[in-house]
C-alpha cells in the first residue's frame, strides 16, 4: 500500500477487490489510477493499475467477428451462495468429480486437456446451491492467459489431485507456480464469513482458500500421508478432504465448503406467504440490512427494523445492524 493515499484511493481499491463484474473492475481501477498520488514511491503500483487495465478491457472486447462481439466467455458471473473455482493438473479426475458433484454432464476424456472454457455447475447442499466452475486444467504447456481474471470472482478453491499419479508432485508445483505468475496465491485460511483474506501489499493479488481433494482416493492406501508429503514438497499448507468418484463418496464435498464458507441462510415472512420461501444467503457476521439490500436498494435505504423469527423463542424487534444466523426469519419494516 502506498503511503498518503487518499481516502478516495482507499474507497476505490475497496471496490475493485469486491467487484466481480469485469466493468465494475474497470471503473474501480481507473478510479484508483486518478486518485493515486504521483510520485516516485507508488510508480511500480501505478504500472500495475495500468497493466490490470489493459488486460480487463481486452478481455472485455473479447475476440471479434464481423464487428460482433465473440468467443468462449472466461469469467463466469457468481451465483447461488457463493462460487468455488475447481482446479487441478491434466488427468486429476477434475471434469469427474464436477459432474458427480452437480450433475453437469461436463466432458470426460481419457486424454489431456478436455475441459477448455469455465463449465459452472450447482453442488446442491440443503435448499440452496453453491456454484461450481470447471476449470481447464492448468500447466506449464498449457497456457491460460485469462485464468487470473476468471479466478477473481471465486470465493474459494478445490484443487483437485490424484494422489496416485507418480507425477502428481511436478503437476501441482507447476500449477502453483503459474497461477503465482498471475498474482493467485492458494491459502489455508477460509473466511467463514463475509470478509475475504486479501494482500494489504498488492491490491492486485488474489488469496484464494483452497482445501485440497484427492478425487481417487480409492487408489490409495494411505491419503493422509501422501497428501502431506505432496504439499510439503510444494511448500503448500492447505486442508485436505478425501474423495471418490468411483466409490460414490464425494457428498460430504457440499456441506464442508458450506461450512467453510460460512454460508448463512436467511427467509422472510413475505416470501412465505407468496409461497416461495427460497432463502437469501449471506455470510456470518452480516446482518439485517445486508438482507434487505439484497431485495431492493430501497428496502436498504428506507429500513426502519425487522421482526426476528425464530423456532422455540419469542418474535422480537431487531435493528439494521442485528447479525443473522442460519435459519433465521425476518420481516422488515420500512
Known amino acids: 500500500m502506498p503511503t498518503n493515499v487518499t481516502p478516495e484511493y482507499k474507497k476505490a481499491e475497496a471496490e475493485y477487490k469486491a467487484a466481480s463484474e469485469i466493468r465494475d473492475r474497470l471503473v474501480a ?21 495500468k497493466t490490470k487495465i489493459k488486460e480487463l478491457t481486452a478481455e472485455l472486447a473479447g475476440p471479434r467477428k464481423g464487428g460482433a462481439r465473440g468467443g468462449p466467455v472466461f469469467t463466469v458471473r457468481p451465483e447461488g451462495a457463493g462460487q468455488i473455482a ?9 471434469s469427474s468429480l464436477h459432474d458427480a458433484l452437480t450433475g453437469s454432464g461436463a466432458t470426460i476424456g481419457p486424454y489431456s486437456f478436455t475441459t477448455q472454457h469455465p463449465h459452472p455447475g450447482m453442488i446442491p447442499v440443503g435448499d440452496v ?63 467463514r464469513g463475509f470478509e475475504s483474506p486479501s494482500d494489504p501489499d498488492d491490491p492486485f493479488a488474489k488469496l484464494l482458500p483452497t482445501v485440497v481433494v484427492a478425487a481417487k482416493a480409492d487408489l490409495v492406501d494411505d491419503v493422509e500421508e501422501e497428501a502431506e508429503v505432496l504439499l510439503e514438497l510444494v511448500g503448500l499448507r492447505l486442508p485436505v478432504l478425501a474423495a471418490s468418484v468411483a466409490d460414490g463418496g464425494v457428498d460430504h464435498l457440499g456441506p464442508w ?18 409461497r416461495d420461501d427460497r432463502p437469501y444467503t449471506i455470510r456470518r457476521g452480516q446482518t439485517v440490512l445486508d ?43 420500512t
Open 29 to 49: 481501477l481507473r478510479a484508483m489510477l486518478r486518485t493515486i498520488p504521483k510520485h516516485k514511491g507508488t510508480e511500480h503500483l501505478q504500472a500495475g493499475i
Open 86 to 94: 475447481l482446479l487441478g493438473p491434466p488427468n486429476s479426475g477434475k
Open 129 to 191: 446451491g453453491i456454484q461450481l466452475i470447471d476449470l481447464p486444467p492448468i500447466a506449464k504447456e498449457h497456457s491460460l492467459p485469462w485464468i487470473g481474471n476468471a479466478l477473481q470472482p471465486a470465493e474459494g478453491a478445490m484443487l483437485v489431485v490424484d494422489l496416485s499419479e507418480p507425477g502428481c508432485v511436478e503437476d501441482v508445483d507447476a500449477l502453483v507456480s503459474v497461477l503465482s505468475e498471475r498474482r493467485i496465491h492458494l491459502v489455508a485460511e477460509w473466511p
Open 257 to 274: 465448503l458450506f461450512e467453510a464458507l460460512g454460508v448463512v441462510r436467511v427467509y422472510t415472512e413475505s416470501a412465505a406467504r407468496k
Open 291 to 333: 438482507v434487505a439490500s439484497m431485495i431492493h436498494k430501497d428496502f436498504a435505504r428506507q429500513l426502519k427494523f425487522a421482526r426476528l423469527i425464530r423456532p422455540g423463542q419469542p418474535d422480537r424487534r431487531i435493528g439494521r445492524a442485528f447479525e443473522l444466523q442460519d435459519g433465521d426469519r425476518i420481516e422488515i419494516y
